[in-house]
């Protein structure tokens, strides 16, 4: 049969509260701080790793933007080599044209400088012709008065002859 008797300790409620329950208190306020103090790492962890995946995000978002600067300056700097490529050709057939501009300049000079010479030569020859034609005009001249002066001699010895 069972039996009947208790024999467990009775709960004594003074003993309790004055002796157990203090005790159990204080354990329980370090048990909360230390659920506190253990919640807050687990909260930091969790922000640190919140924080982490923003940095991480973050990150990924400046080499994509670094990368895309990247592409544009490369892009730019090679629009930059192609319009420098571009000016020095014009350059170089600016720098052309004017080296033959100036060789055509010397030339002309030259042919008009050649052409002023053969005139100015042209015209001393031609003034020289020109004093010697009117000394042979002189000339003439006087020898026609000359022919003129023995034909009427000789047209008055002939009328004289005559009459």
């Known amino acids: ?19 157990q329950l203090p005790l159990q208190l204080a354990q329980l306020t370090e048990l909360r701080d230390e659920l506190r103090k253990r919640q807050g790492a687990l909260t930091a962890a969790e922000e640190a790793l919140k924080d982490r995946d923003d940095a991480a995000r973050l990150l990924a978002d400046a080499k994509a933007s670094a990368t895309q600067m990247m592409d544009d300056a490369k892009a730019m700097q ?36 050649a052409r002023e010479r053969d005139l100015a030569v042209k015209e001393a020859s031609v003034v020289a012709a020109q004093a010697a034609a009117e000394s042979a005009k002189a ?17 008055s010895m002939a009328a004289s002859l005559k009459g």
């Open 1 to 19: 049969m069972p039996a009947v008797a208790n024999d467990a300790a009775a709960f004594d409620p003074v003993d309790f509260y004055t002796k």
């Open 78 to 113: 090679a629009k930059v080599a192609d319009k420098k490529r571009e000016q020095d050709a014009r350059s170089a057939a600016l720098d052309k044209r004017e080296a033959d501009l100036n060789a055509a300049a010397v030339s002309r000079e030259t042919a008009l400088a």
């Open 139 to 155: 000339a003439l001249e006087a020898d026609r008065a000359k022919v003129a002066e023995k034909l009427q001699a000789l047209q």
